[in-house]
């Protein structure tokens, strides 16, 4: 039965599957694939819905009726967010049209009758010999001509509809069908379906109802084609065109375009209108959140005569935008560029102060109104606004620069965020903020973010991390790309995207690493020194440790002993290689420094203060891990021997070193069992005796912690490559090479 | 269920004055921002993302939130003849409706010679956002019909853009030959006394009229903010009006009573209880004239009203409710002030009765809209 067929085919999803099915499978496996693609059909209810409207019989009862009604709302969610496939809508309109149950049932079919893709004409037609069929009210004949008129663009072929014309003529003389028929006919008339008896009819009917524009225009055209046999003057002040005829579908059909057009977004990356809503006629409520179509700007009056330009929405290509690059028009809606990875690359060229203010004014206003003035809650379209804060932070990631409008709105926004709506967008954009000058950074940033910081979780707390993380790196970015070696203040071009003088710049820096050194030394604390967090303020001060060499800006900052000491005694081997990478850093930072200063004679911004914390926290490190001298007069961390004694472990100051530190203790355990693996006793303390030490050092490099091979080639000598004299001289070597450092 | 009303009339009693003033010191006490003087720290420029907002120069230096603030005191209205300065027939335009009030950013390349083009556009953007996919003529002869003007000598200083007044007529479709067309639609854009700093540091090609009001359909409404979006790449909101307007309102206009007869002076509070209690609590002028006298008196400037007096004014109606019906207004929300001068309501709505009051109100409206900037 041709039902059945129509049947099988919506299932579209497992066409696809049913392509792949090659000949080289065996029969049995077509079989499966057939019994499951039968389960899958039994199971999805919308398939047993169309199946069910496609059986049910004439007269069924509909009141009361719980399948019915079942089967009613899962065609009818599909149908008003995805819109129908062609074989439902056919099946739909063949059970409404036919009144199988009720004109009420009907008519509930037909609002929610929104083509997917595109409407069978077999459907139209048949629909059309069930109007000839005279059974429907009146209200619904007019309902499914409206729906008729609305789908139009979207029947397959109009060549059978074309075909019987003449029955369609038909209705011209029922009056309440009338405007609606004679928009139909005006859509279908081609010059051969245009008949001497149909001109007298019009003009007989016009005789009767007067001049009505629906008539008026039908007539018009009827004279465009065939002016001999159409003798009518019509006047000049003609109402131009019909009526749209769509309202009742008209939300539905603006929400189904918007997911297919969603769906088509990823095809068509580069092209221009990816973003356009463009039947989104009527603003819904919630509007401040969609990037508007590019179109060109209607005031051209001051256009220059003879010049050419390109518009932009005709922009298709990346080819295209290098040609006419000197000739593009900004768009009437700056806000619009947005919407285009192309758009993107052109406004990336344009220099107009003006043209970035209308954008700022148009992003932020929309910030402002969804995230602020907005009053009631937009937890529904938390999507919308998910999308479009990625459209920013990805714009402003590829202009490599904040908007001042984001800027602004941030500032206001984080006193009154609760930290957990939209919080990787809002710290995405947040790591975008250009250089705050010193002076409002505590005020604008630092406040609501401590109180945020301290209030939540410890992932809240590690995403601020990451986020200043990510401001710093973006900060000395700037710097480092647009500060000239002979002068100092940058302030230079329009190009510059930070052109406050170095000293503020620095000044600022010096805040924000100041800053998370606070934060983050009393948020390990509250969260019990947790390795999540220490690693983020781990990859923080990595920046940090590397601001004069790879940034090129003369500063120094060390981490506070509050995040230094967790960190080296911290119990996962990637913290403390962390540190040491960090330390390593730190000391090419420094003698660098120190050389530069010696070279040049310009006095390099670095306290003797710094290089003699530095030196502390070397010496605490070494002291700990290579030495075993840990707790002892001169190492930083000192404690009394008594409390050491009550604390009942033996030989505590060995305890941190890199045998026993708990980092490496692993580490340790395997070197033990691949040195000695038929050793039943566990003794750690021989790895440290003669070549033992070396090979275990070899050992860890090899388990990829390299930064602590940095740190101990870097800040160790050994003197004598003899391990019996190691304690003394690696001792030595070390306090030398400290000195070394202080000496600079 | 619904809302309990309850109506509330009686005269404000001159005992209450006296505990008005003690009211003072707590009133005074609410912290205002005070504006910064931010204006000075040229030294650092933006990138070329923020070149145009650089140019404005206005609250905008790295780091520096917008510059605009409310101002803890301005100017007591002061009696004007209107009708010297402007047309007595545009007055009357806007006397008339109730305004719905919507805040505008600055418009890109508005002209004020080209208003008769903007009509034409206009008229033909509606025509064609009412039946979409069709192509229109510019010069068709519509069924809308567009007229934009200039309400030449309502701008207080020389910063401020002149009003643009904008009509829709609608000509019946039956209409008999003959039939003037009706006005369906009215709105108007206007700045008056706006903050000159803010204003001078917008780039030339911009215009600020930052207070939009329309009285007629919402759907046309709608198409014509769609018209000014598109033309002008500016962006409407709506703006509602917080107690704090409504406070100062109540407060000029009582202020003005010796001058103009104001008749009486109603607010109407909205109570968060369960169902919601709306108040209207109506007082007689003179009371309320010699109560805002009470709290004036110890003021040196004669001409200016702060906020605190403002404060303490409120203060007192709600101390003197308080003692006859032990409920406090404090805990509700003022939603809507009137007097013979005209109405306004939180939800952004407002009317004037007469021309003479129009200018100090949209003062005060400007300078809430000009808050409501983005930048």
Known sequence: MARKSMLRIPDMDSSSENDSSAPGRSHRSLRVAENAKKKKEAEDPFLLALKYFSQVEAGTPWKGNDTLERHLAVVERVGLSRGLPPQAISILLEFSLSLRMGSLVSMRVLKFLIPASSVPQEAIIRGVSWLCVDKMPMSMQVVFVRWMLTVFDLIDSKDQLRAIYGFIFNFVTEENLCPYICHLLYLLTRKESIRPYRVRKLLELQTKMGCQPFLMNLLSLYKVYCPELVTLSVPPKMKSGFKNHNSTWKAALAAVKKSSTAELVSDLQLSVAVSGQPTARKRKLHSHLTVPVISSSTQSQNRQPGCKVFPLEQLRSFSQLLENLHRIELPAQMGSLLGSPLALHFLDCVRDSSAFLRLNFWLGHSLHEEFMFCKEASAMDRTEATSFLNTLISTQCFLQEGFAATELFLYKFLNIWDG???????????????????????????????????????????????????????????????????????????????????????????????????????????????????????????????????????????????????????????????????????????????????????????????????????????????????????????????????????????????????????????????????????????????????????????QGLHGLEEFIQSSLSRQSPSRATRDTTGGLSTSQTTSQTTAC | MGRRVVQIHFLFLSAVVCYAMEERDSASATPRGKAPSNQSRKSYGRSRRSLGVELTNIGFTPGHLAGLRAPTSRELPKPRNLTEHVNPEQIALLVKNEWKLSYITPLYQFRHTQLKTYSKQLSAFIAAEKQQGLAVEIEADTSFRVTFSAVLGLAETEDDAETVFIQIHSRPPFAVEGDAPKVIWSGWLTCINGNPEYLRSLPSGFVCLPLFCTSGSESLTSVVKLWFEKTFDCNFGTLSLNSTCLQWLASMWTGCHPAFNIRYLKLVWNLPAQPPLDISYTIHPQDAWDLWNSIREQDSAADTISINEVESFMKGLEAHFFRHFRIYLSAGTLTKVSTTFGSAHCDGKIKFTSGDSIKHVLMLLTEYALLKMPI
């Open chain 1, 420 to 702: 957990s709506l939209l919080r990787p967008e809002i710290l995405g954009l947040l790591s975008d903020i250009p250089v705050v000058p010193c002076s409002r950074i505590k005020h604008l940033l630092f406040e609501p973010l401590m109180q945020l910081f301290f209030t939540s979780s410890l992932f809240f707390k590690c995403s601020v991390i990451e986020c200043l993380t990510n401001m710093l790196l973006k900060w000395l970015t700037w710097h480092s790309v647009y500060a000239f070696e002979d002068d100092l203040d940058i302030s230079l071009t329009s190009q510059t995207p930070v052109n406050m003088t170095l000293s503020g710049l620095m000044d600022s820096v010096v805040e924000l690493v100041q800053f998370v050194g606070r934060i983050s030394a009393i948020g390990l604390q509250l969260e019990g020194y947790h390795s999540l967090l220490l690693s983020f303020t781990m990859d923080f001060y990595v920046t940090v440790s590397d601001m004069y060499l790879k940034y090129d800006l003369p500063l120094v900052l060390l981490p506070p002993p509050g995040v230094f000491y967790p960190a080296l005694f911290a119990t996962d081997p990637v913290n403390v290689d962390k540190l040491c990478h960090i330390m390593y850093r730190y000391r090419k930072n420094l003698m660098s420094a120190k050389s530069q200063e010696r070279e040049t004679k310009k006095p390099i911004e670095v306290s003797r203060k710094t290089y003699r914390e530095f030196n502390q926290y070397l010496v605490s490190m070494v002291s700990c891990l290579w030495n075993s001298r840990a707790f002892q007069p001169g190492t930083g961390v000192e404690l009394d021997k008594g409390l050491l004694s009550r604390s009942g472990v033996p030989e505590p100051w060995a305890r941190f070193s890199l045998v026993h530190h708990p980092a490496f203790l692993g580490h340790a355990l395997d070197f033990h069992q691949n040195c000695w693996p038929e050793r039943t006793k566990m003794d750690l303390g021989s790895i440290k005796s003669g070549k033992r030490w070396d090979w275990y050092v070899q050992f860890l490099y090899c």
